[in-house]
């Protein structure tokens, strides 16, 4: 057996290019494709009551987000070059009647800071992106139910990435942290994992905060695709399709339409996990579109007749 080492082997090779410099040093200077643009989604947002702006106000101003102008610049100044939208998720309010009807007209809540001309930032009330069933049981105040909905908000491109009133970008960033065509999205996983072999029970709803909710999903996913152990979902922006996010969560239809149904948290003991369900719904498909494909490849292939020569 001859052996020859890498050195050896790529010694008379030479690079040029963009390839010299990847190899070499892991800097890519290659052709770029277009970046996928990516509507950013805030499911719900802190408010303007003076106590609050008091109380944040050293925070803001001291804080490593702002720009040299002391400006809240995070979203744009970080992703704006693949950022194709941000959309803010509200509630509805009837606004008292001005012409002596019994009944006023519903208007949502918007921003004070906000301008009528930045087309770039939609205000969206529950009433537009809500299914026309589920829109029945509005308004809700319950961040599960909205999050169940997301996938019903106006979007030209399909690619959303969710975020809460905690939840900032502090680093530049590309869209292929968050999705690319190749990988698909980022899906971030905590240590923790749930493998519920039978129903929750009461003991089960009572456990501390998110608990519930991925002892319950861990229960339906393992009846759909079999059980094994499933990890939740870190607390952080979450980068979802909505054509997977429709499918993952349409898939369960009583379970859906029961947590659409909820006003506030706790009404009943489970809700669908909007996060955790479709990040592992993702995984499950994938999953069975590779054993798919394998058993088909299986399939087609010849078994050699005994005693017959084996092809070069």
């Not at 925070?59 to 693949?82: H, K, P, Q, R």
Request: net charge neutral; aromatic share 12%.
């Amino acid at each position: 057996m001859i052996v020859v080492s890498i050195e050896e082997s790529v010694q008379d090779v030479v690079l040029e290019g963009w390839e010299d410099t990847w190899v070499a040093k892991a800097r890519y200077q290659g052709p770029h494709l277009p970046e996928p643009k990516i509507d950013f989604v805030y499911n719900w947002v802190n408010g303007s009551q003076p106590e609050l702006i008091a109380t944040m106000r050293p925070y803001d101003i001291n804080s490593s987000l702002n720009d040299e102008e002391g400006i809240w610049l995070a979203v744009e100044l970080y992703a704006g070059t693949f950022l194709n939208r941000v959309q803010i998720l509200v509630n509805a309010y009837e606004k008292s009647p001005t012409d002596g009807s019994a009944v006023g007209k519903m208007g949502k809540q918007s921003p004070y800071w906000l301008r009528g001309d930045a087309h770039q930032v939609q205000v969206l009330s529950q009433e537009e992106f809500f299914g026309p069933e589920e829109r029945k049981c509005l308004p809700t105040f319950d961040s599960l139910t909205i999050e169940n909905q997301l996938y019903n908000t106006k979007s030209d491109t399909g690619r959303l990435f969710a975020l809460s009133d905690d939840m900032i970008l502090g680093k530049p960033h590309s869209a292929s942290d968050l999705y690319s065509p190749l990988f698909g999205p980022t899906l971030g996983f905590k240590d923790n994992t749930y493998n519920t072999l039978s129903p929750p029970t009461e003991k089960d709803a009572e456990r501390f905060g998110e608990k519930p909710f991925l002892i319950y999903i861990s229960w339906l996913l393992n009846r759909r695709f079999g059980a094994r152990k499933r990890k939740g979902q870190v607390h952080f922006g979450h980068s979802l399709s909505q054509v997977v996010m429709r499918e993952a969560i349409t898939s369960f239809p009583g379970p859906a339409f029961r947590s659409a149904a909820q006003r506030f948290r706790g009404e009943t003991d489970f809700q669908i996990y909007s996060w955790n369900i479709a990040f592992h719904y993702a995984v499950e498909r994938h999953r069975e579109a590779l054993l798919y494909t394998a058993g088909r490849h299986a399939g087609t292939r010849k078994t050699p007749t005994p005693g017959a020569p084996r092809p070069n």
